[in-house]
């Protein structure tokens, strides 16, 4: 009897912990992983032959379709990010010289041989018209010194030019169809190789040149030409904001409105308090605000920090601790003092907000606010920066300001991150309805080869495309979400539905499962800047006017 009982116990017991064990992810408050959080936005010239088309890595299956994910779950346990970082230098200029007429290529090259050839006669020519009688007579004679060692030397440096353009273009394909990989391979001394490899110079110089854009810099002013000057508009864009901004009490419609296509730099830190409702209207009472706020949250950090390594609170510091290393810009977040500040700030938001708790995603949400409120400190750019150069007490303040305003924006989006996700399925269903209205021939052809919205969206909602787009593309994107009702809960949606429309033609390019899969977990955008941003959201609030009044319009 009493064995029985003892087995009962151990059985009940057993049963208990098996449950827990098996259901530890859907525990209200657990970390939740997200798939995919780790990785930065695609780099186009770093895996440009992962998008094109007809150029698909090995499936590690057996060939076919793969079985239809029903759920996230199940998609996460049998899919893997695929990355292949190459540089493609090579394969791009074997590209611009394949689409060349091989017959114009060398009738030009031909002509310019000519053209060089006649000058170098007539330059000649006055310079021995110019000498004298007895000049051209010693000129001759020591002509005919050299003669057989003028043309071994010529011969040599004809022979080494022909060596570095080949060289230079070993990957370039040849008149008869062979590609050069070495000194030895090269067709020395053939005119017809020379004037065609001579072309190939000029085509490659003729080629765009690839600006180097920062991750974080300039990201007011930076556009994809590289140009960071103030314009005379954006000049006068700054007064109006100065002038709105200075007033007793700041007319937060008026505000809204001037920040809906971007906000300076200079004003930024200020705009986004008011804006998240952080600070109030009233300029007078901002100061105080400031200061009850920030002793709060440092009150905050007296009585919650410390409890990390307990057994109830363990697991999520040490998650937060393994997130924060995976951020990007890695210059900036990798830095110790940073690191300590994002933990800090997670973790006390983390036990505050039980019902959710930690949920990868959120230490995405940190860094926007961060990167602006240091700004309001520094000159410099800030990925190349030593935050910990900054005041302490400046540094306190940039805390409790990000921790402020990241609370505020995951107050209007916190059923994104309660038990089972709710807001974002929610989200990622809407998307899918409203895309399958506005371009179905997109939708239908992910249909066809079984993409799941959940597959590639959920991140776009978790993370509020902070992993899609660089960061200063998110930032502009929330001088816009800041400045627009419900900006983060409601527009969001239809900036999803604009940027995935935005890559149609690609997508209809790909032909099967994995490499839509591909493409659209890392979208070529790392070199966008504020012009694309700008069409962006122009075509969400587009799409907004058409649909959110009515969303039976999008409804079958």
């Given at each position: 009897m009493t064995y029985c009982t003892e087995d009962k116990k151990m059985s009940s017991d057993g049963g208990k912990k098996q449950f827990w064990k098996r259901n530890t992810a859907k525990v209200p408050g657990s970390i939740q992983h997200v798939y995919g959080a780790q990785h930065p936005p695609f780099d186009p010239l770093l895996h440009a032959n992962l998008i094109k088309a007809g150029n698909k890595p090995p499936s590690m299956s057996t060939p076919g379709k793969p079985k239809k994910a029903t759920t996230f779950q199940e998609f996460e346990s049998i899919t893997s990010d695929a990355w292949d970082v190459g540089d493609d230098d090579d394969e791009l200029l074997a590209m611009a010289a394949q689409n060349l007429n091989i017959e114009v290529v060398m009738e030009t090259a031909n002509k310019v041989i000519e053209n060089h050839s006649k000058l170098q006669e007539q330059r000649q020519q006055r310079q021995d018209d110019m000498l004298k009688p007895e000049?051209?007579?010693?000129?001759?004679?020591?002509?005919?010194?050299?003669?057989?060692?003028?043309?071994?030397?010529?011969?040599?440096?004809?022979?080494?030019?022909?060596?570095?353009?080949?060289?230079?273009?070993?990957?370039?394909?040849?008149?008869?169809?062979?590609?050069?990989?070495?000194?030895?391979?090269?067709?020395?001394?053939?005119?017809?190789?020379?004037?065609?490899?001579?072309?190939?110079?000029?085509?490659?110089?003729?080629?765009?040149?690839?600006?180097?854009?920062?991750?974080?810099?300039?990201?007011?002013?930076?556009?994809?030409?590289?140009?960071?000057?103030?314009?005379?508009?954006?000049?006068?864009?700054?007064?109006?904001?100065?002038?709105?901004?200075?007033?007793?009490?700041?007319?937060?419609?008026?505000?809204?409105?001037?920040?809906?296509?971007?906000?300076?730099?200079?004003?930024?830190?200020?705009?986004?308090?008011?804006?998240?409702?952080?600070?109030?209207?009233?300029?007078?009472?901002?100061?105080?605000?400031?200061?009850?706020?920030?002793?709060?949250?440092?009150?905050?950090?007296?009585?919650?920090?410390?409890?990390?390594?307990?057994e109830h609170h363990q697991d999520t510091y040490r998650q937060i601790h393994i997130d924060i290393p995976r951020m990007s810009p890695e210059s900036l977040v990798l830095q110790p003092k940073v690191t300590e500040i994002f933990e800090r700030i997670l973790f006390i938001w983390a036990i505050r907000h039980p019902a959710s708790g930690y949920v990868q995603g959120i230490n995405d949400l940190v860094t926007p606010f961060f990167v602006v409120y240091v700004f309001e400190y520094i000159e410099e750019e800030v990925e190349n920066f030593d935050v910990s150069s900054l005041q302490e007490e400046v540094l306190r303040n940039i805390e409790a300001d990000s921790f402020w305003c990241m609370s505020k924006l995951l107050d209007g989006i916190q059923d994104n991150y309660t038990f089972a996700q709710p807001g974002i399925q929610r989200k990622v269903k809407a998307l899918e309805e409203l895309v399958s209205r506005i371009d179905e021939t997109v939708h239908r052809h992910m249909q066809q080869y079984e993409v799941e919205y959940l597959q590639f969206a959920f991140r776009w909602m978790n993370n509020l495309l902070m992993r899609e787009l660089p960061l200063r593309c998110t930032i502009r994107l929330w001088d816009t979400y800041q400045a627009e009702p419900e900006g983060f809960s409601h527009f969001h949606l239809y900036v999803c539905a604009a940027f995935l429309v935005h890559w149609r033609k690609e997508i209809l390019e790909e032909k099967d499962f994995q490499g839509l899969m591909i493409l659209l977990q890392n979208l070529p955008t790392m070199h966008w800047g504020n012009e694309e941003v700008s069409v962006l959201l122009a075509e969400a609030y587009r799409l907004k006017f058409a649909f959110a009044d009515a969303p039976n319009h999008y409804k079958r």
């Amino acid at each position: 009897m009493t064995y029985c009982t003892e087995d009962k116990k151990m059985s009940s017991d057993g049963g208990k912990k098996q449950f827990w064990k098996r259901n530890t992810a859907k525990v209200p408050g657990s970390i939740q992983h997200v798939y995919g959080a780790q990785h930065p936005p695609f780099d186009p010239l770093l895996h440009a032959n992962l998008i094109k088309a007809g150029n698909k890595p090995p499936s590690m299956s057996t060939p076919g379709k793969p079985k239809k994910a029903t759920t996230f779950q199940e998609f996460e346990s049998i899919t893997s990010d695929a990355w292949d970082v190459g540089d493609d230098d090579d394969e791009l200029l074997a590209m611009a010289a394949q689409n060349l007429n091989i017959e114009v290529v060398m009738e030009t090259a031909n002509k310019v041989i000519e053209n060089h050839s006649k000058l170098q006669e007539q330059r000649q020519q006055r310079q021995d018209d110019m000498l004298k009688p007895e000049e051209k007579e010693e000129e001759e004679a020591r002509e005919e010194d050299v003669d057989e060692r003028g043309e071994e030397e010529e011969e040599e440096e004809a022979a080494e030019t022909t060596a570095e353009l080949s060289f230079s273009f070993e990957r370039l394909p040849h008149s008869d169809s062979r590609l050069v990989k070495s000194h030895s391979e090269a067709p020395i001394g053939s005119p017809k190789v020379l004037a065609e490899e001579r072309a190939a110079l000029q085509r490659q110089q003729s080629l765009p040149h690839r600006p180097v854009i920062p991750l974080v810099a300039r990201m007011a002013d930076q556009n994809t030409s590289g140009t960071p000057a103030m314009t005379e508009r954006e000049a006068f864009r700054l007064d109006k904001f100065r002038q709105l901004l200075a007033g007793p009490n700041t007319d937060l419609e008026e505000l809204r409105k001037l920040s809906w296509s971007g906000i300076p730099r200079q004003v930024r830190p200020i705009t986004w308090k008011l804006l998240s409702g952080y600070l109030p209207a009233n300029a007078e009472r901002r100061a105080s605000t400031l200061q009850r706020k920030r002793q709060e949250y440092f009150g905050f950090i007296e009585q919650y920090y410390d409890s990390r390594n307990d057994e109830h609170h363990q697991d999520t510091y040490r998650q937060i601790h393994i997130d924060i290393p995976r951020m990007s810009p890695e210059s900036l977040v990798l830095q110790p003092k940073v690191t300590e500040i994002f933990e800090r700030i997670l973790f006390i938001w983390a036990i505050r907000h039980p019902a959710s708790g930690y949920v990868q995603g959120i230490n995405d949400l940190v860094t926007p606010f961060f990167v602006v409120y240091v700004f309001e400190y520094i000159e410099e750019e800030v990925e190349n920066f030593d935050v910990s150069s900054l005041q302490e007490e400046v540094l306190r303040n940039i805390e409790a300001d990000s921790f402020w305003c990241m609370s505020k924006l995951l107050d209007g989006i916190q059923d994104n991150y309660t038990f089972a996700q709710p807001g974002i399925q929610r989200k990622v269903k809407a998307l899918e309805e409203l895309v399958s209205r506005i371009d179905e021939t997109v939708h239908r052809h992910m249909q066809q080869y079984e993409v799941e919205y959940l597959q590639f969206a959920f991140r776009w909602m978790n993370n509020l495309l902070m992993r899609e787009l660089p960061l200063r593309c998110t930032i502009r994107l929330w001088d816009t979400y800041q400045a627009e009702p419900e900006g983060f809960s409601h527009f969001h949606l239809y900036v999803c539905a604009a940027f995935l429309v935005h890559w149609r033609k690609e997508i209809l390019e790909e032909k099967d499962f994995q490499g839509l899969m591909i493409l659209l977990q890392n979208l070529p955008t790392m070199h966008w800047g504020n012009e694309e941003v700008s069409v962006l959201l122009a075509e969400a609030y587009r799409l907004k006017f058409a649909f959110a009044d009515a969303p039976n319009h999008y409804k079958r």
